[in-house]
Each structure stands twice: as C-alpha cells, then as structure tokens.
C-alpha cells in the first residue's frame, strides 16, 4: 500500500477548528480559570498538594523551592519549571495575595516588580491558612484522579475549609474568557457565607452590609458603591481604587503630599517615575522633589512641593494622571461542573456551601466508618475481659494463631476483626484500670457515632458544623480591613492654572493663516508696536488677541467646524518671528481655513452666545456654554448646506443689532433677538433674501444710530454712510441698496462687486490685499460720507488689471508698559 493511501483528506478549517476547540478547553479547565470551589487554579492546586504531601508544613523547617517544583513537575504538573515557580513566588507575595498560602522564606521580590530569586535560592513551607484549604484532605472528602502519568493520584479540587476564591481573589486570562475577582476580608467573607446558610434568601443588599467590598493586600481607597454592587449582583463592575494620600505642611511655609497606600497591582517604582518624570517634563508648575522613602516601617512617598504651590490642585493632577489613582473591572468569572460562568457574590457563596457539604458528608461517613470499626473491637474486648477465663482456655486449646481465631469465633461469637484484637491483646490490658478505660472508650464512642449520624441525618446539624469551623478559622485567621470605602465616585477636576502658569500674552493670525503666541516683554522689546511683527513676504497681521495662558481660543472654520484651542498649546515665538502655520497646531483639512478666532475665559457667562453667518445669509445663534469640549479634534459648530460656508463668527450677548451686506451691494438691519437661541448642529435661519448670484461679505455688530457704515468695492471705491440711514428691518427681507455702480461703455467703472463693509465710530486703518499679492493701505476717514445709492470714491487705488480680494482692519495694540 502506498504512504499516502493510508491518510484520509480533511479539511484545514475542520482539523484547526477541532485541535483549537480541545485547546481553548484544556486552557479554560486546567490553566487559567480558577475552580469556584476552592479558588484556586491547577497548578496553585498541585503546587499546594505536593508540598502538604512531602510534609512541607509550617510545623517543619523551610525546604528549598527546587525540590518543591521539582515534586510538583515530576508528579502532577508535566509543564515548565518556571511556570510552577511563578505561580508559587505569587503565593507567597503578601502584596497579591489577600492571605499568602506559601510562608517564603528568601528573596521572594518586591512591589518594584523586583523578581523573586531563582528557586534554587529561596526556601518555602506552606502557611498556617493554606493548611486549612488542605484540612481533611487525608478523609476521603475530595475526588482524586490519575496524575498524567498514572503514577499516583492527585485531587480534583481541595477541601477548601474557607472561601478563598472570594478571600485571596484571582486573574487570568483565557481563550475567549478572562477572570479577575479582588481579595477580600476573610471576617467579611465568613460573615456572609453564614449569613447566606441561615438565610438562603438574602439579597445582594443584605450581603453588601456584611461585605462591604473587595479588601486589597495594600490597602487603599475603595469608591464606587454602585460598581461594588453591580460586580455583586452581575459578576461585572468597575470600581475606582485610589492611594492614601495626607497633604503635609513642613518648614518653611511649604507643603509636601506623603503618600503611604497605594493601589491593588501597582508597580511603586513606575508610580515614582511617572511622577517625577511629571516633574521633569514641568507638566505641572510646583513639584521640587518626588522621593521614596519605603523601609521596614512600610511604604512611603513623598512630594515634596514649592513654596505657594496648589497641593490640592497638584495632587488632582497626579491623581488623574498617573496610577496614584486606578480603575478596576471585576469579571467574576470561575469554573462550575466544568464550565466557566460569571458569576455574582450570591452564586459563588452558594457553590462555596454545597462544596463545603459535600466535604463535611464525605469526613463525616469516613470519621464514622472509623468510629464504627473501632467501637466494633472494643466491644468485642469488653466482651472478652468479662469472660477471659474461658477465652484463655480456648486459646490455650488452639493448635496455633489461625486456630485460636476460629476458635474464638466459633465458641464466643466473636467477628473475626474481634478476634484477631483480642489475641493482639497485651497483658498489661487485663489491669482493672484499663478494662475500666475500655468501657468508657466504648461508651464514647457510642456517643460519637450518634453524633456523626445525626450529621448525615440532619441538614440544620450538618450547616452547623460548617459554621463552627467557618468561626474557628475567622477567629484565628482574621484580621482588620485594609481597604476604606467611599460610596460615590469623587470627580478629579485639575485646575488649568496647576499645568500652566498664568501670564498675559499676545497671539497673532496672519492672513495666510500663521499663529504665533508672544510675551508682552518680547513684545515691549521690539517697540511695542505692530509694524514690527514678524511676518512672511506679501503676508499681514489681521487678528491680534490679548489673552492669557489658562484662557482658551476657539477656531472656527469656513465649512462649519471648530476646534478648541488653549492657548498654552501655542507655540510661543518673539515678536519678529513669523510663528507657524495653524495646521501644525490643530488639524485642518487642505480645503478648509479658519474665518474667526474667539477668546473664551469662561463657557458659562450668562446670556452670551455665538452668532454665526453664511455665504448664503443663514444666521444661527446659540449659546457659548454648548461649545465647551476637551477634544483637540474637529467638531460641527453649525450646518453647513452645500455650496455655502461661514463667513463670520461674533459673540453676542444677545441685545445687538446685525448688518449684513452683501456682494451686489444690498443690506439688511435686523434685531439679533430675531434669530432664536438653536442647537449647536442646527443650520439657522434667512437672514436676507439674496439674488441668485448674490452673497454676503460681510456682517457687522451695530447700535444706537450712531458711527458710519464703510463700504469698498473691489476697485477700490469707497465711501462712508451713516447708520442712521439703516432703517431697522424684520429678518429675512431683500434689505436696501448701500452701494451703486457705475455701468456703460464710457464710465470709468467703481468696481463690479463689495469686497467689505465696516462698522466705524472712530478712525480705522485699513490694509487690502490685491489678487496680484499687492497690500494697500488706507484710513476709514479718507473715505467720503455720501448717501446709502452713492457710487464712492477712490479710497485704495489699484493697478489696471487687478482687483482688491481681501480688506480687515489693521489691528492695533497699546504699548504694555
């Protein structure tokens, strides 16, 4: 026969499926899943076992790890060494383990994440309180199975006489499940396992008075009773554990923060970094010195501040920004009859109970099973010391040992276990005091195996017995909680004032889009004045802002989006630098640009808004605290339709007037009461009916009749009428005419289209910027007051052949003294 004919075709899919199934079964059962009845996973289990089996005890003297791995690995766990280690150095590490279940003896690491010594180094015995999860073990009250090389047996699960899945915790991760239940207290934990066998109907409330939550090795602060309750009831949850934390004052006025708890699972030596690594990168203005002082009196940091610095502020900060404070997720996840289940405090106590009846019944028929075959012989001594003339005389008459048994139990009705006692029997138990002791032993044991079967006859006595033992162990084993807890969740707000210190700066935006943020000293340096700011050929100045370092900007964009802006995160530059583009601070698209920057120093003045205006005259107004956001990315400010985009974004505080004009040369004047507060996403309203080919270019704040109203056409042409001559309008009408062009084959043309208009109660400078890259200059006085229908005069002049794209306002800026 051919090789090849004795294979069978498969499919991969069908052969990988199959061996990934019996895989993610082995890892589910036999590696990282601990057993809901005793907590523990397979290798802790064998780990455990050997070392009891070799009589590692806290009675004897400390043996070398080695040899313990080695048992482990030869006998039960056909594995690496180093996995059987890591699982045994856990065990004895009291910062992991709720009660350590392996007295270590050595280098066993730190909470540094220090490794422990390699087991040929340290030495180990099993923990008074792992001898109780080995307690009657000897009793036949647990299964035991083949090892993996049918050498010897090994147990299904261990007697467990306290819950220790809930008391030590666990966390492991799967194919397709993970675990990870905390530590608890084991007073707690008891408590409630009594509570639960007294009342089976108690609900998950009526427990969480007695365990009030989980209990971590290294103390800490516990907030987040609802989470608590969720992981209790469902076997999910997400609790908030937080350090230890006393604010100090020390000599000198100052402050330092002494941290002596830190959370569950936190490596102290990364905590430390972090913090000062916060130091060194100056994240936070006011840390002088993160040292650790952690000995023999236990765990200790301290923050040592600078003078007048915000502890609290800063310790927000640090809190929010490092593991000081840290989010736990409970995933209560265990294996039941085989199989994972998640499940909630109720549950595991009650599989907990019916584990620990079944281990009292199974002790219970072996102790009686001992009891009976001992009263059984004594009984049959008594009998035979009330007529041992004639039981010597038998024996005497016996040809050898196999004689005198048959005789014995021929003559006298002895059992043949009676038998063989009695000629065992030494002489010096024929003393009065002695037959005296026997028939008190036997009355005793009388008395015992009634006790023992009223056990298995009883449900109530046999509870009762479990909770003796629960009450020994707590009694002994007991100690305080560690962990506090806080109900509600305390929200972490740093002040932007603790990262930042708080100066007054300028920040610029040129009409190319280039942003920079100066010093007022770099500033006053160079002049104090305009002229002398930093800016790339054929570039200008439009917008100059006055702002301080905690405040914050917002960007708004020709297509409708925003982004938030602190205007610490500006790249700070001197006066005569030209700064950098805006795309290199916040993320614009190519296709977009910014049309307006607002200064925010707070989101919740009362009463201001934000009114935005379209291309198309849409007007939208709605308030300033709905555009307060953390992200650093884009967000819808307004809707935007299609072939339309924003051209001006004011703050208002919703008692102006709006002009809008537009490119044809129409105007409009309307209340801004007249344009409803709406929604941040919500496109707005007409503000003024435009011809098809028409749009706006501009949109002013007026008031009070007073100042002129500017107008420029893209010639150049300009001239100034007064408010006055602006009737107030309702919304959304054609509006008035306020430009008039000139047209024929024989006039010099003033312009085809309004490039801006301006609002002006005082003199204005006025820079243009021509399609050629030309800029001109020019003061909103030059300009004539004629009529709203007037044609304008030369204000800007421009070559043939060009045209005006661009006017703003020169900014201006009063010398900082």
Same mark, same amino acid.
């Given at each position: 026969m051919d090789?090849?004919?004795?294979f069978?075709?498969?499919?991969?899919?069908?052969?990988?499926?199959d061996?990934f199934?019996?895989?993610s079964k082995?890892?589910?059962?036999d590696?990282?899943i601990?057993d809901v009845r005793?907590g523990l996973k397979p290798?802790?289990?064998?780990i455990?076992?050997?070392m009891?089996?070799?009589n590692?005890?806290?009675d004897?003297p400390?043996?070398k790890?080695a040899?313990?791995?080695?048992d482990v690995?030869?006998n039960?766990?056909?594995?690496g060494?180093s996995?059987?280690y890591?699982?045994?150095?856990?065990m004895?590490?009291p910062w992991?383990?709720g009660h350590?279940?392996v007295d270590g003896?050595?280098?066993?690491?730190s909470m540094?994440?220090?490794?422990?010594?390699?087991?040929r180094y340290t030495?180990a015995?099993?923990?008074?309180?792992?001898m109780?999860?080995?307690r009657?073990?000897d009793k036949?009250?647990v299964?035991f199975?083949?090892?993996?090389?049918n050498?010897?047996?090994?147990?299904?699960?261990?007697?467990?006489r306290?819950?220790?899945?809930?008391?030590?915790?666990?966390s492991?991760?799967?194919?397709?499940?993970?675990?990870?239940?905390?530590p608890h207290?084991?007073r707690?934990?008891?408590?409630?396992?009594?509570?639960?066998?007294?009342r089976?109907?108690?609900t998950?409330?009526?427990?969480?008075?007695i365990?009030?939550g989980?209990?971590?090795?290294?103390g800490?602060?516990?907030?987040g009773?609802e989470g608590?309750r969720e992981?209790?009831t469902?076997?999910?949850?997400?609790i908030?554990?937080?350090s230890?934390?006393?604010?100090?004052d020390?000599?000198?006025?100052r402050q330092?923060?002494t941290?002596?708890?830190?959370?569950?699972?936190v490596?102290?030596?990364?905590l430390?970094?972090?913090?000062?690594?916060i130091r060194l990168?100056?994240?936070?203005?006011g840390?002088s010195e993160v040292r650790d002082?952690?000995?023999?009196?236990?765990l200790?940091?301290?923050v040592?501040?600078k003078?007048?610095a915000?502890?609290?502020?800063?310790?927000a900060y640090?809190?929010?920004k490092?593991?000081l404070q840290?989010t736990?997720?409970? +995933?209560?996840v $265990?294996i039941v009859?085989?199989?994972?289940? !998640?499940?909630?405090?109720?549950q595991? @106590?009650?599989a =907990?109970?019916?584990?620990?009846?079944e281990?009292?019944?199974h002790?219970?028929?072996y102790?009686?099973?001992?009891a009976?075959?001992?009263?059984?012989?004594?009984?049959g001594l008594?009998?035979?010391l009330n007529?041992?003339?004639?039981?010597?005389?038998a024996i005497k008459?016996?040809k050898n040992?196999?004689d005198a048994q048959n +005789?014995?139990? $021929?003559m006298?009705g002895?059992?043949?276990r !009676?038998?063989?006692?009695?000629?065992? @029997?030494q002489? =010096?138990r024929?003393t009065n005091?002695e037959?005296?002791?026997?028939?008190?032993?036997l009355r005793?044991?009388?008395k015992r195996i009634?006790?023992?079967?009223?056990?298995?006859?009883?449900?109530?006595k046999?509870?009762?017995?479990?909770?003796?033992?629960?009450?020994?162990?707590?009694?002994?084993?007991?100690i305080d909680r560690?962990?506090s807890?806080?109900g509600e969740?305390?929200?972490?707000?740093?002040?932007l004032?603790?990262?930042?210190?708080?100066?007054?700066?300028i920040?610029t935006?040129?009409?190319e889009?280039?942003?920079k943020?100066?010093?007022?000293?770099s500033?006053t340096?160079?002049?104090g004045d305009?002229?002398t700011?930093g800016v790339?050929?054929?570039?200008a100045i439009s917008?100059?802002?006055?702002?301080n370092t905690?405040?914050?900007?917002?960007?708004?964009?020709?297509?409708?989006q925003y982004?938030?802006?602190p205007?610490?995160?500006i790249p700070?530059?001197?006066?005569?630098?030209?700064g950098t583009?805006?795309v290199?601070?916040?993320p614009?698209?190519?296709?977009?640009s910014?049309v307006a920057v607002i200064p925010v120093?707070d989101?919740?003045q009362p009463?201001?808004s934000?009114v935005f205006v379209?291309?198309?005259?849409?007007?939208?107004?709605?308030?300033?605290k709905?555009y307060?956001?953390?992200?650093s990315?884009a967000?819808?400010a307004?809707?935007?339709a299609d072939?339309d985009?924003?051209?001006?974004?004011?703050?208002?505080d919703?008692?102006?007037?709006l002009l809008?004009?537009?490119?044809?040369?129409?105007?409009?004047?309307?209340?801004e009461?007249?344009?409803?507060?709406?929604?941040?996403?919500?496109a707005?309203?007409?503000?003024?009916?435009?011809r098809?080919d028409?749009?706006?270019?501009?949109?002013e704040?007026?008031?009070?009749d007073e100042?002129?109203v500017?107008v420029v056409?893209?010639l150049?042409?300009?001239k100034?009428?007064l408010?006055l001559?602006?009737p107030l309008q309702?919304?959304?009408?054609?509006g008035?005419?306020?430009?008039?062009?000139?047209e024929?084959?024989r006039?010099?043309?003033n312009g085809?289209?309004l490039?801006a208009?301006l609002y002006?109660?005082e003199?204005?400078g006025?820079?243009?910027l021509?399609?050629s890259g030309a800029q001109l200059a020019?003061?909103s006085?030059?300009?004539p007051i004629?009529?709203r229908?007037?044609i304008?005069?030369?204000l800007?002049?421009?070559?043939?052949?060009d045209?005006?794209?661009?006017?703003f306002?020169r900014?201006d800026l009063?010398?900082?003294?």
């Open positions: 090789m090849l004919e004795q069978l075709p498969a499919y991969l899919e069908e052969v990988v499926g061996r199934g019996r895989y082995y890892i589910i059962q590696r990282a601990p005793d290798v802790q289990r064998r455990l076992y050997a009891y089996d070799s590692n005890t806290p004897k400390y043996r790890s040899k313990t791995v080695g690995m030869g039960y766990h056909p594995h060494d996995s059987i890591e699982g045994m150095v856990r004895a590490q992991k383990m350590v279940l003896h050595g280098n066993w690491g540094d994440d220090d490794p422990a010594a390699a087991m030495e015995r099993l923990s008074p309180i792992a109780e999860i080995l009657d073990i036949r009250t299964q199975k083949d090892n993996f090389d050498t010897t047996k090994e147990p299904v699960v261990l007697p467990s306290y819950p220790n899945l809930l008391v030590n915790g666990t492991g991760i799967s194919a397709g499940f993970a675990t990870e239940i905390p207290s084991l707690e934990t008891i408590d409630a396992c009594i509570a639960v066998m007294a089976p109907e108690i998950v409330d009526e427990l969480m008075g365990v009030k989980p209990d971590f090795p290294t800490g602060v516990i907030m009773e608590i992981a209790y469902t076997g999910k949850g997400r908030f554990i937080r230890k934390v006393e604010i100090e020390v000599r000198g006025g330092q923060i941290i002596t708890e830190i959370p569950y699972q490596v102290k030596s990364r430390v970094s972090a913090m000062e690594n990168e100056k994240k936070v203005e840390i002082e952690s000995g023999r009196n236990g200790r940091i301290v040592e501040l003078k007048e915000d502890a609290n502020g800063i310790l640090l809190l929010k490092t593991d840290v736990y997720n409970f +995933n209560m $265990a009859n085989k199989a994972p289940q !998640q499940l909630g405090i109720k595991i @106590l009650n =907990y109970i019916a584990h620990q009846k281990v009292v019944t002790r219970t028929k102790e009686l099973e001992k009976e075959e001992r009263a059984h012989v004594v009984e008594v009998k035979a007529i041992l003339d004639e039981v010597i005389a008459a016996s040992r196999a +005789n014995l139990v $021929a006298f002895f059992s043949e !009676q038998a063989d006692a009695i000629l065992t @029997l002489l =010096y024929l005091l037959i005296t002791s026997l028939e008190k032993e005793e044991m009388q009634a006790y023992l079967r009223s056990i298995l006859e009883s449900e109530k046999l509870i009762g017995v479990i909770k003796d033992e629960l009450t020994e162990i707590r009694d002994k084993f007991g560690r962990s807890i806080r969740v305390e929200e972490l707000k740093v002040n004032e603790v990262m930042v210190p708080s100066e007054d700066v920040v935006l040129s009409e889009g280039y942003m943020r100066t010093s007022i000293l500033f340096r160079s002049g305009m002229q700011a790339k050929e054929g570039d917008n100059v802002y006055e702002v905690i405040d914050n900007l917002l960007l708004f964009t020709r297509k409708g982004y938030m802006l205007v610490h995160q700070e530059f001197k006066w005569k630098d030209t583009a805006v290199n601070i916040v614009i698209p190519k296709d977009d910014i120093k989101f919740n009463g201001s934000l379209t291309k198309r005259a849409q007007v939208k107004r709605t308030d300033l709905d307060m956001t953390t992200r990315t967000i819808a307004t809707k935007v072939g985009e924003v051209i001006r974004v004011m703050q208002s919703g008692t102006k007037q809008l004009v537009s490119k044809l040369g129409m105007s409009i004047r309307f209340s009461q007249e344009v409803n507060p709406m929604g941040r996403v919500a707005g309203v007409r503000g003024m009916q435009l098809e028409d749009e706006l270019i501009a949109a704040w007026v008031a009070d100042g002129e500017l056409s893209d150049g042409y300009a100034r009428t408010l001559d602006y309702g919304r959304g009408g054609k008035l005419q306020t430009f008039e062009f000139k024929g084959k006039v010099k043309p085809s289209a490039v208009a002006c109660k003199e204005k006025i820079i243009a021509t399609s020019a003061s006085e030059k300009a004629e009529d229908k007037s304008g005069r030369i800007l002049p421009v070559d043939k052949n045209v005006i794209t661009t006017i306002v900014p009063s010398p900082q003294s």
